[in-house]
């Protein structure tokens, strides 16, 4: 998958074989150049053709900057051309690595234009096709207010249907899992204490077979908030500390100096400066996992991989999220409780907490599940993705299936604490695991340990996840000022924006936890 056309998408685990663009623009979850994370606006179709011709130049222009590799250049385009929701600075962390790995950019043609955004379609130098979704002002002369990577079927995509006046969870499963072309969509919502759920479609697309209301299904990196869970269970346990350095919690490592001094909070803050591995070639996966047979062998081999690499940045100097950040805590803690992580998930968070219908390792997923699908050159294809990379990347979220009720259930857990609330873990710990930090200077977006912390116009603010491992996409939403946890999940991958979840959750939201 290619991950992030929403500046805040942090769905980013991928296919072996899938070349997976670093985004410009986030989180991420992935070539956002913004760190918004308001819906996408209602689109208006632009009619003046000097409109059209000033924001396809602007498209233009973009492309010519990222041609350069040159950082004078995009950063005099960045002064110009962008808007101002996001710091110079942090534009240019974003392109330059998209940049040197994947410039130049071929334009191919335009596609779907409205008042406040274009889409082109355009190939990389390795020659795939990719779309283009840049997000503009209103201005006279129009500047980027952001820019995201999906598929080339986004290029074409009609803008989405509003679901503000939206009367019972069925209907609005069904109607956005149309719209959005899903097989299957479930969403769960738990509001003061009572759980209401529903799923509508199929596993397989072309087959009869309909997908059952306690089926698991892939919530790619919602695996963080999950792992990060871990870790304050740990702390709650004394076996470990929040400003615990990698240093102390993995003794006799090998790893750069810049790494030692590292701690546990900065990590799950994605403000540790590791390597954001956003996107793996096989060769990458290859070369990491080498011999080893045991998943556990997999991420010893990938850590110290990672710690053989520079940083990125220095502690605390900027957010980059980061999948190698949670590869990182998985290994601590598997090697704190002496047993592989896989095994950690299911005896110390899925069964204290009654999730019966969550898994973790392929070999362990029921045979009745929704098959995940891709975008294809003649529609959607079914794809499962597995192999090593799950092993390696298991804390940001590889090989994780829950379904709806069970994802919502560990949610309400979450808020209980937020609310004050002692249990699985104490209610300190859960204050501090929901703590953020702002993710840009000038945006409002703030993460926090393993979670986002979000608003949208018209509705309060959350924390949740969102996730996606190319073939399902999944988001997950706390609102604890109105007692409400939602959950949404379709199982299609494609990076068009706002997602299914993303659109189930506002409007939900927009019904049941109002901004006052």
């Known amino acids: 998958m290619r991950p992030g056309f929403r500046g805040t998408n942090h769905s980013t685990i991928v296919s072996v074989t899938t070349l997976a663009l ?57 002064e110009s051309r962008c808007s101002s929701a996001t710091p110079v600075e942090t534009r240019l962390g974003r ?132 792992c990060s869970t871990l870790i304050g269970k740990l702390i709650d346990m004394g076996k470990l500390r929040f400003d615990t350095t990698l240093k102390e919690a993995l003794p006799g490592y090998p790893m750069k100096p810049a790494y030692e001094n590292l701690t546990l909070a900065q990590v799950m803050h994605h403000r540790a400066g590791l390597p954001q591995d956003l996107g793996f070639r096989r060769p990458m996966v290859e070369r990491i996992v080498g011999n080893a047979k ?45 047993m592989p992580y896989e095994e950690v998930m299911r005896e110390l968070l899925f069964k204290p907490l009654g999730l019966t219908h969550s898994f973790i390792g392929s070999a362990t997923y029921p045979k009745e599940m929704p098959s995940g699908h891709i975008p294809g050159p003649n529609g959607l294809e079914v794809a499962n993705f597995g192999g090593p990379l799950e092993a390696m990347v298991a804390g940001a979220g590889g090989g994780l299936y829950m379904s709806v009720g069970d994802l919502v259930k560990f949610g309400e857990m979450h808020m209980k604490g937020m609310q004050g609330q002692d249990g699985y873990l104490t209610a300190a710990t859960v204050a501090r695991l929901h703590q953020g930090v702002q993710e840009d200077p000038a945006a409002p977006r703030q993460y926090a340990c393993g979670w986002g912390i979000q608003a949208a116009p018209g509705i309060q603010q959350w924390h949740g996840h969102n996730g996606s491992n190319g073939t399902f996409r999944a988001e997950l939403a706390i609102f604890p000022k109105s007692n409400l946890v939602v959950v949404a999940i379709v199982n299609r991958g494609g990076e068009a924006e706002p997602s299914p979840g993303f659109q189930a959750v506002t409007a939900i939201a927009s019904k049941y936890a109002p901004a006052k």
């Open 22 to 78: 670093a985004s410009l623009g986030c989180q991420a979850s992935n070539l956002p150049i913004s760190s918004a994370n308001a819906p996408a606006a209602k689109a208006v179709a632009v009619s003046q053709p000097q409109s059209n011709e000033a924001a396809q130049k602007l498209v233009s222009d973009f492309i010519e900057a990222l041609n350069s590799k040159d950082e004078a250049k995009m950063r005099a385009f960045i």
């Open 95 to 226: 392109m330059m690595p998209v940049a040197k790995e994947h410039a130049p950019f071929k334009l191919v043609r335009f596609g779907t234009t409205t008042a406040t955004e274009i889409r082109a379609l355009v190939t990389d130098n390795s020659g795939e096709e990719l779309g283009f979704i840049v997000r503009i002002t209103l201005d006279a002369e129009p500047k980027i207010d952001a820019v995201g990577i999906g598929g080339p079927e986004d290029v074409d995509a009609t803008p989405p249907a509003s679901h503000a006046n939206w009367t019972n969870l069925p209907d609005l499963a069904a109607d956005i899992a149309k719209e959005t072309q899903s097989p299957a969509m479930a969403i769960a919502m738990l509001r003061d204490g009572k759980l209401e759920q529903t799923v509508t479609g199929v596993r397989e697309i072309g087959k009869p077979d309909k997908v059952g209301i306690d089926e698991p299904w892939s919530i790619g990196s919602i695996g963080k908030p999950l």
């Open 294 to 338: 045991t998943p556990e062998e997999i991420r010893a081999n990938y850590v110290k991989d990672i710690f053989s690499r520079d940083v990125i940045a220095k502690p605390d100097e900027r957010f980059a999220y980061s999948n190698a950040d949670y590869a990182v805590l998985a290994h601590i803690i598997e090697l704190k409780m002496g």
